[in-house]
């Protein structure tokens, strides 16, 4: 059985959050939709529409975060993942001052291998280890579609 990480949980909240807000505001939406108003059917419209948004957005990040657990887990299975090494603080999150250390390494190994996924992926790993999430996020999307791509040309 696949462990439920704490936030994979709150995604399923929010989503459970917005089910129950999309209900509750369904007789306030049909009353403003229906109210022949241009702007009642405008503010009805935004009620449902702007949930809606989020939740295409939630679901993009899904995807992205099972495709990134995806490509993880078949790099663990053939042992080219770093060993997890870095010292911790108590919370559990590597230290940034040894993470940051070790970081160049990895930045070597991409500007050396720039077509290797694996490269990205251990990269993507260093910019999270040390509190760069936006850049490790942008570096785990390059792998995977380095890796998609890797896949459609082998024919699997």
Do not use: C
């Amino acid at each position: 059985m696949k462990r439920w990480s704490g936030a994979r949980v709150g995604v399923y909240v929010l989503l459970g959050l917005i089910a129950i807000y999309l209900i509750a505001i369904a007789g306030m939406v049909w009353g403003l939709v229906t109210s022949g108003t241009a702007i009642g059917v405008i503010m009805g419209a935004a009620l449902v529409v702007f949930p809606l948004v989020g939740v295409v957005f939630i679901a993009k990040d899904i995807r992205f975060a099972a495709q990134g657990d995806a490509l993880l887990a078949k790099m663990a299975d053939a042992g080219e993942l770093p060993a997890d090494d870095l010292p911790k603080r108590p919370s559990g999150r590597p230290e940034r001052e040894a993470a940051d250390d070790e970081f160049p390494r990895w930045k070597a190994e991409v500007e050396s291998n720039p077509d290797d996924y694996r490269a990205w992926a251990r990269l993507a790993l260093a910019y999270r280890a040390s509190g760069d999430t936006p850049r490790a996020r942008k570096a785990m999307r390059h792998a995977i579609e380095l890796d998609a791509a890797a896949s459609n040309t082998q024919g699997r």
